[in-house]
């Protein structure tokens, strides 16, 4: 499968860009790679877990290792009415904010925006979340919470639409390097304690850092 052949391949060096052919093999292998990270986030309660694993399957970091989660000081965004009515919180009941850019290895794959009801956490999590870098999912994670996507979306995509049905081409330009934007998936999500009672609201961009490793070498061929 796609993601064994390039976790052989390893990592560029963190100065190098990993180099995507534009040709349509090389295309269709990006939009393959996306698509299977954007079903393990989906069927998953922790994209920390999820992350982790791909970091380590496509030698971003060594197996083993832990997402770190580097917060952005002095970051505010305010919850609107929808948001609070989500977390079944009223206008004036305390809700907390924390923005976070995820790293594997020297890679910011994910960044993140995530309101949280303090009142649903335990006063350790609260401390860890004030005071420390761990990713919230990590955190929060004895609580044994739950997580339902509310929307996710591939922010770009390295085929025209109507590829599938023959509308369009594939190739979509030119066959040298592919260009890939700095974000490519995002995903909107609700996160819920056992009892259904929802604790966080997370809005996540995956970034164009999950695909920094060396494409396969050779093309791919059926045995």
Not at 49 to 77: F, N, Y
Not at 129 to 140: C, H, Q
Not at 159 to 170: K, L, P, Q, R
Request: hydrophobic share 40%; proline share 7%; aromatic share 6%.
């Amino acid at each position: 499968m796609i993601s064994t052949i390039c976790a052989a391949a390893g990592a560029p060096s963190a100065s190098a860009r990993a180099e995507w052919p534009g040709s349509p093999l090389g295309r269709m292998e990006v939009l393959a790679l996306l698509q299977t990270l954007s079903v393990s986030l989906l069927s998953h309660d922790s994209a920390t877990l999820v992350l982790e694993q791909w970091c380590a399957d496509h030698g971003l970091a060594s197996r083993g290792s832990q997402i770190a989660a580097e917060r952005v000081q002095g970051a505010d965004k305010q919850a609107t009415e929808q948001d609070r009515a989500l977390l079944r919180i009223s206008t004036d009941e305390p809700l907390r904010y924390r923005r976070v850019k995820l790293r594997c290895g020297d890679h910011v794959v994910s960044e993140a925006d995530n309101w949280y009801v303090p009142a649903r956490l335990t006063p350790a999590m609260n401390m860890a979340l004030d005071t420390t870098d761990g990713s919230f999912g990590r955190i929060v994670q004895p609580l044994r919470f739950y997580r339902r996507t509310l929307a996710s979306r591939l922010l770009w995509s390295p085929v025209a639409e109507g590829w599938d049905s023959g509308h369009a081409t594939i190739s979509g330009g030119s066959p040298g390097i592919l260009s890939i934007p700095d974000h490519l998936i995002e995903n909107r999500a609700l996160l819920s304690l056992p009892d259904a009672t929802p604790f966080s609201l997370v809005v996540e961009t995956y970034t164009s850092e999950i695909l920094q490793f060396t494409p396969p070498a050779v093309p791919m061929t059926d045995p």
